[in-house]
């Protein structure tokens, strides 16, 4: 299993990123999805899931009405466009891939990560 995000980078608070995860080495359309962010001495959290199809979708409540997780099963790709950031989300942010159909919250029940891509929120 092999994920690699892309898309981090610095960003005024108000302002917009889209992370990218390209999934290979396993069948990605079978399993649900997520993404995660930590932030400097904290630990890893939950920022948002989606089922096999993009029919189902679960969000931290911070991120809840900013954040828009899908994905596109032809291009094995995972997507989080992040809206009106704050500088509290500021983090590396992991893809990760579930050990589940449907979307789930916990760091364990997710079985494999990418290495993160950075996001900054400052002014």
């Known amino acids: 299993v092999h994920l690699v995000e892309s898309g981090g980078g610095l960003a005024q608070p108000g302002g917009s990123l889209r992370l990218s995860c390209v999934a290979s080495?396993?069948?990605?359309?079978?399993?649900?999805m997520g993404w995660f962010r930590q932030a400097p001495g904290k630990e890893r959290e939950f920022v948002a899931a989606v089922d096999l199809n993009n029919s189902g979708t679960a969000y931290e409540d911070s991120t809840k009405g900013r954040f828009i997780i899908s994905r596109d099963n032809a291009k094995n790709t995972l997507y989080l466009q992040m809206n009106r950031l704050k500088p509290e989300d500021t983090a590396l942010y992991y893809c990760?891939?579930?050990?589940?159909?449907?979307?789930?919250?916990?760091?364990?029940?997710?079985?494999?990560w990418g290495q993160g891509t950075q996001v900054t929120v400052s002014s």
């Open positions: 080495g396993f069948t990605f359309r079978t399993y649900a």
């Open positions: 990760a891939k579930s050990a589940y159909i449907n979307t789930v919250r916990r760091v364990e029940d997710y079985d494999a």
